[in-house]
């Protein structure tokens, strides 16, 4: 019988450890100069060094050294005096020195947190053990399966492109006390996590293109029992969403084996975005069967305490506290302004009122119609195909008086849809507001001669139903009409005072 998450957590407490992955948005890779730039024919990318070839030595990137140490500062860790990297050993066929060169015993940062604040409100601090430096693998693509992956393909491809390119590994310290807030809580942390990466201007840190990537460990104790169950280990989520529902389905599936009498198996598991589930991949290694030792052909890392100073001031303003700063300005709730993070929108309202729209106008586009066609297209708010300063100036044209909401969203619309910027789109489809005195007296005429009833009950003292000529009018221009003019030369011309 299937466990429920809230039967899970009636008898269990979960415990949880969160290991991201950022791809860095170095030039060259971490330890040869080849090129990092996406989209290149497979393979084209490559040297002797990321190859693994006889004789040929690595030297360490030294951007890939000062975004790791930007990255430990922001997360309140302290930096290492002196680090080296290891040898982690294992065979797969994209690793194509049957060895990864990362850090082991030795971090770059270390003993860190970061506080991520929930939908509520509530602040939860997660500790952060360790964040270090390493290198990633190539691209295994299996070929003639069903699902894609290695079981049930007749063959696989390897790019080695991706061999070498710098990441930092970025490892939690067992999160406990979350209980039913731990699917939540994860969510939150790699959501804040995002934030302060992109803020640092280290990486893209974009999930969907493999740019950050989380492992979710997560195993079940007794109340109590002071010590840690079995854990399974979630590999390479790629989206907020599926990191929550990762922690949710895993919850559920270790209670459902504990209460069978079953015993859980230290493992790595596959997520299923279609199903929310995951599936055994292979038993986890200890650290033990890396086999880890120095690598030999580099040399320790040391960085003066001046120039970690430097970097400490070099700091931007941290996304929390951005984002408190601009709630307070902008005068919205805390439950608005996770709306408004969520949405992925807190950079694009900045930067159109950074190009003179309020905030309050640059809010509404954003979280109103502009979200509403990102949810429609299926696609990030920003990638849709309008700047700031296009929906600073549709903002502008509404507040001129130009136009209309509705004309505005037909605006939008067209920059959308290619047609220019709003100016251009408000030429093209005649759609600015009927200002000309004389076409809008003349609708006005049209409407009082085509609803005498509605004129006679103005004139008898009943002002509300000017509505509907002043609807009349509007349907007569299209929407153009300037709706308050209107309404004045309708009760000027029926002898009403407004």
């Known amino acids: 019988m299937t466990v429920t998450f809230e039967d899970a957590l009636a008898s269990y407490e979960p415990v949880m450890g969160l290991e991201v992955h950022v791809e860095l948005g170095t030039k060259t890779k971490m330890f040869c100069g080849c090129s990092t730039a996406l989209g290149a024919d497979p393979n084209t990318q490559t040297c002797p060094t990321c190859l693994g070839l006889p004789g040929a030595l690595p030297v360490v990137n030294a951007i890939g050294v000062e975004s790791a140490i930007k990255i430990g500062?922001?997360?309140?860790?302290?930096?290492?005096?002196?680090?080296?990297?290891?040898?982690?050993?294992?065979?797969?066929?994209?690793?194509?020195?049957?060895?990864?060169?990362?850090?082991?015993?030795?971090?770059?940062?270390?003993?860190?947190?970061?506080?991520?604040?929930?939908?509520d409100g509530e602040v939860f601090r997660v500790e952060i053990e360790r964040a270090h430096?390493?290198?990633?693998?190539?691209?295994?693509?299996?070929?003639?399966?069903?699902?894609?992956?290695?079981?049930?393909?007749?063959?696989?491809?390897?790019?080695?492109?991706?061999?070498?390119?710098?990441?930092?590994?970025?490892?939690?310290?067992?999160?406990?006390?979350?209980?039913?807030?731990?699917?939540?809580?994860?969510?939150?942390?790699?959501?804040?996590?995002?934030?302060?990466?992109?803020?640092?201007?280290?990486?893209?840190?974009?999930?969907?293109?493999?740019?950050?990537?989380?492992?979710?460990?997560l195993s079940l104790m007794k109340p109590g029992a002071g010590k840690f169950g079995t854990r399974s280990e979630t590999k390479n989520v790629n989206s907020l969403r599926s990191v929550e529902r990762a922690v949710r389905s895993e919850i559920s599936r270790h209670a459902e084996v504990l209460n069978g009498g079953g015993t859980i198996i230290q493992e790595t598991r596959h997520f299923h975005e279609d199903t929310g589930s995951t599936t055994s991949g292979r038993?986890?290694?200890?650290?033990?069967?890396?086999?880890?030792?120095?690598?030999?052909?580099?040399?320790?890392?040391?960085?003066?305490?001046?120039?970690?100073?430097?970097?400490?001031?070099?700091?931007?303003?941290?996304?929390?506290?951005r984002r408190n700063r601009l709630r307070e300005e902008w005068g919205v709730s805390?439950?608005?302004?996770?709306?408004?993070?969520?949405?992925?929108?807190?950079?694009?309202?900045?930067?159109?009122?950074?190009?003179g729209a309020d905030s309050?106008?640059?809010?509404?586009?954003?979280?109103?119609?502009?979200?509403?066609?990102?949810?429609?297209?299926?696609?990030?708010?920003?990638?849709?195909?309008?700047?700031?300063?296009?929906?600073?100036?549709?903002?502008?044209?509404?507040?001129?008086?130009?136009?209309?909401?509705?004309?505005?969203?037909?605006?939008?619309?067209?920059?959308?849809?290619?047609?220019?910027?709003?100016?251009?789109?408000?030429?093209?489809?005649?759609?600015?507001?009927v200002k000309d005195e004389?076409?809008?007296?003349?609708?006005?005429?049209?409407?009082?001669?085509?609803?005498?009833?509605?004129?006679?009950?103005?004139?008898?003292?009943?002002v509300a139903a000017v509505g509907a000529l002043v609807g009349a009018v509007m349907k007569a221009t299209r929407g153009q009409a300037d709706a308050a003019r209107a309404r004045e030369l309708i009760l000027e011309k029926l002898g009403v005072e407004g």
């Open 73 to 119: 500062l922001a997360l309140n860790c302290d930096i290492a005096e002196w680090c080296r990297f290891a040898r982690k050993n294992y065979f797969y066929p994209d690793m194509p020195k049957n060895f990864q060169t990362s850090q082991y015993d030795e971090p770059i940062a270390y003993n860190g947190y970061l506080d991520v604040q929930l939908e």
């Open 133 to 217: 430096m390493e290198e990633d693998t190539g691209k295994s693509t299996h070929v003639g399966g069903a699902t894609g992956r290695i079981h049930g393909a007749s063959h696989s491809l390897l790019d080695y492109n991706r061999a070498g390119i710098p990441l930092i590994e970025i490892v939690t310290k067992p999160i406990t006390g979350a209980g039913e807030r731990a699917p939540e809580i994860a969510k939150a942390y790699v959501a804040e996590l995002r934030e302060l990466i992109r803020a640092l201007g280290v990486s893209e840190a974009r999930m969907e293109q493999g740019q950050m990537r989380c492992d979710v460990n």
């Open 283 to 321: 038993t986890k290694e200890e650290a033990e069967d890396y086999r880890y030792f120095p690598e030999p052909d580099l040399v320790p890392v040391a960085p003066p305490r001046a120039w970690v100073e430097e970097l400490r001031g070099t700091l931007p303003e941290l996304p929390r506290v």
């Open 334 to 355: 805390e439950h608005d302004m996770q709306s408004i993070l969520n949405a992925g929108a807190v950079d694009l309202i900045t930067a159109t009122i950074d190009e």
């Open 360 to 433: 309050t106008a640059a809010r509404k586009w954003w979280m109103g119609e502009l979200a509403r066609r990102s949810n429609e297209d299926g696609v990030e708010l920003a990638e849709l195909k309008i700047t700031p300063g296009q929906v600073a100036r549709v903002a502008a044209l509404v507040k001129e008086g130009s136009l209309n909401d509705k004309l505005a969203r037909q605006v939008i619309e067209g920059v959308l849809a290619g047609e220019g910027d709003p100016d251009a789109v408000v030429a093209a489809r005649g759609l600015a507001i």
């Open 438 to 462: 004389g076409a809008l007296g003349a609708a006005v005429d049209e409407a009082i001669a085509a609803n005498a009833d509605a004129a006679q009950k103005i004139r008898d003292g009943k």
